[in-house]
């Protein structure tokens, strides 16, 4: 082994370790104040970082260190405000090993992936984070009435949301399989082309009628451009990407928006997709990919292998 190596497989072991003594004090958190005003770089941090960074993941689950192991590698006596957010902001524009501070977590879980952040947003992010003792009892149990007041806006609290999303994707995931199978035995994969949108589906379920419910389906790899996945949404595949590397689960993800409800849910590729979206003249024919490109000449959705992360089905729902 070579020296590099030997270090970062202890660092990796403290890592895994260290995780067993962390405190996460979990107090029951008191009745929330309804005009409660909640900082905004929590606000940014809960919904831009904690996909990954969840001060909750238990140990085995994580996709990535908890900020508050961010903060600590990132702060000492002699770190000033500036620095702390100049580092902060400009590793999150363009992670890369050469700037990190946690090789340690790099070997874990993989290198941070690159996403658009807006600056501005990640400025206040790091000043919050700056400012904020994460890993405090007091800042756990800001958190926790955060979390609650979010909790606490729903109005139909019986409804399952992440099961009745995932009813709708699997609708949806079942109808697409179906029209596309008998579209290639009828007409071969490079005709079967048209029928691989979700526009046409009719969702059937009766609950997904109440609850007002739509689906799409995004990329990060886009073959319909209008499929492109937003940075939010780039968050989340990222995070299925991450947990599928390292043998987690990849438990479906939710939020809350504007009095909707948002529940994500992993696409993964399987043999039958890679006739679209494998690899050139492997299992994607010179043919189809010419058909491809005439009607997707933009199309980026190819050279998957089997059992990759494809994308998201995105259920909107009414509160
Ligand atoms: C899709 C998952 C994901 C999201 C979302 C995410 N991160 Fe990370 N982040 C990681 C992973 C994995 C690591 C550990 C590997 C590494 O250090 O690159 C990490 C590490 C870091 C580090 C330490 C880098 C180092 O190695 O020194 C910082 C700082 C950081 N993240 C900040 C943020 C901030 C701020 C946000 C929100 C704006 C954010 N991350 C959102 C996955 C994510
Ligand atoms: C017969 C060819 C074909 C097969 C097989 C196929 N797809 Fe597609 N796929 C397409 C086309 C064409 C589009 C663009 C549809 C549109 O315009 O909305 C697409 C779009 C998608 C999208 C939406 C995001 C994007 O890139 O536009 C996802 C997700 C997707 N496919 C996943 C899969 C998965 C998973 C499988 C296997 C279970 C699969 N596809 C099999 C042709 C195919």
Redesign the pocket.
């Known amino acids: 082994m070579k020296k590099n190596s030997i270090i970062f497989a202890i660092l990796g072991f403290i890592v895994l370790t260290s995780c067993k003594n962390e405190s996460t004090s979990k107090q029951s958190a008191d009745e929330k104040k309804p005009t409660e005003k909640w900082d905004e770089g929590l606000v940014?941090?809960a919904n831009?970082?904690?996909?990954?960074?969840n001060p909750d993941t238990e140990c085995g689950e994580r996709?990535?260190?908890p900020?508050f192991k961010?903060r600590e590698?990132?702060l000492d006596d002699e770190t000033s405000k500036e620095e702390f957010i100049d580092?902060?902001v400009s590793?999150?524009q363009d992670?890369s090993?050469e700037?990190?501070?946690?090789?340690g977590?790099?070997n874990?879980?993989?290198?941070?992936?690159k996403?658009n952040?807006n600056k501005e947003?990640?400025q206040k992010?790091?000043l919050y984070?700056y400012d904020n003792d994460v890993s405090s009892d007091e800042w756990y149990e800001k958190w926790e009435n955060y979390q609650t007041a979010q909790k606490s806006n729903d109005t139909k609290k019986s409804v399952n949301y992440i099961e009745e999303g995932r009813k709708v994707a699997n609708q949806t995931k079942g109808v697409l399989g179906k029209n596309l199978l008998s579209a290639i035995q009828k007409n071969g994969v490079e005709n079967a082309i048209d029928f691989c949108s979700t526009k046409a589906i009719f969702l059937t379920d009766s609950m997904s009628k109440v609850l007002n419910t739509k689906v799409k389906r995004v990329s990060d790899k886009p073959r319909n451009v209008n499929n492109k996945a937003s940075v939010e949404e780039?968050?989340?595949?990222?995070?299925f990407?991450?947990a599928k590397k390292n043998g987690g689960e990849l438990s479906p993800k939710m939020q809350e928006k504007n009095g909707k409800v948002l529940a994500y849910y992993p696409i993964e590729t399987n043999k039958m997709c890679l006739q679209c979206h494998g690899k050139t003249n492997k299992e994607l024919n010179a043919k189809t990919l010419e058909k491809i490109k005439m009607i997707y000449p933009n199309d980026l959705a190819v050279g998957y292998g089997e059992n990759e992360i494809r994308g998201l089905f995105v259920v909107e729902m009414q509160k």
């Open positions: 940014l941090m831009s970082c904690f996909v990954c960074h996709v990535a260190p900020m961010v590698h990132y580092e902060i590793f999150v992670p090993e700037m990190s501070y946690m090789p977590a790099v874990n879980f993989g290198l941070m992936p996403m952040f947003d990640l992010i790091a984070l780039s968050t989340y595949i990222n995070a990407k991450i």
